[in-house]
Antibody
């Protein structure tokens, strides 16, 4: 059974830092792109960052570029999100998600498994 | 960047109703579109991928259609457990704004 378990959320002051972790099990972690997706309270879903299987490619939504860093440790089946210079608008539930890719007429991408989420609160 | 416009933002329906939700892409995305269901306090759940492929374990009353810029999620006969918020997702990158399906 595929499982993704996030941790590391909490209360942080504006300008502070936090490191989120996601431990994966039930599949070959090193074979998949992984992602972080967030959801501000009462708002919609927003993709935050992607990382390739070997960590050699990383992509971010514009609003977090230069402040957030996605990384992974395949030996530990773990995904991370280092969040620096946090702002009020970064407050959200952060989900770890596995990115799937299939050929269906064309290559298509989607998130097929999600963790339960970890809450980040940014407040003084 | 591609933008996804989802409509309506909310709707009220009764058990047994047919429900349709639409997503429009700002440019052609072929069939690179998924649909998700989210209930309060829970992670999103994948319903449809590649615009029309039903994810394993998802009831057949859910269906997806479309390609290019216009996509539709349909629920053929709304069940009590279907009251939730639905999101489209382009290319594992851009989400629609969501559609909240409420009880009439």
């Amino acid at each position: 059974e595929v499982q993704l378990v996030e941790s590391g959320g909490g209360l942080v002051q504006p300008g502070g830092s936090l490191r989120l972790s996601c431990v994966a099990s039930g599949f070959t972690f090193s074979s998949y792109w992984m992602s972080w997706v967030r959801q501000a309270p009462g708002k919609g879903l927003e993709w935050v960052a992607n990382i390739k299987q070997d960590g050699s490619e990383k992509y971010y939504v514009d609003s977090v570029k230069g402040r957030f860093t996605i990384s992974r440790d395949n030996a530990k089946n773990s995904l991370y999100l280092q969040m620096d210079s946090l702002r009020g608008e970064d407050a959200a539930v952060y989900y770890c998600a596995r990115r799937q890719m299939v050929m269906a007429a064309t290559l298509v991408y989607y998130f097929d498994y999600w963790g339960q989420g970890t809450l980040v609160t940014v407040s003084s | 960047a591609i933008q996804m416009t989802q409509s309506p933002s909310s709707l009220s329906a009764s058990v047994g109703d047919r429900v349709t939700i639409t997503c429009r892409a700002s440019q052609g995305i072929r069939n690179d579109l998924g649909w998700y269901q989210q209930k309060p306090g829970k992670a999103p759940k994948l319903l449809i991928y590649a615009a029309s492929s039903l994810q394993s374990g998802v009831p057949s009353r859910f269906s997806g259609s479309g390609s290019g810029t216009e996509f539709t999620l349909s629920i053929s006969s709304l069940q009590p457990e279907d009251f939730a918020t639905y999101y489209c997702l382009e290319g594992a990158r851009t989400f629609g704004q969501g559609t909240k399906v409420e009880i009439k």
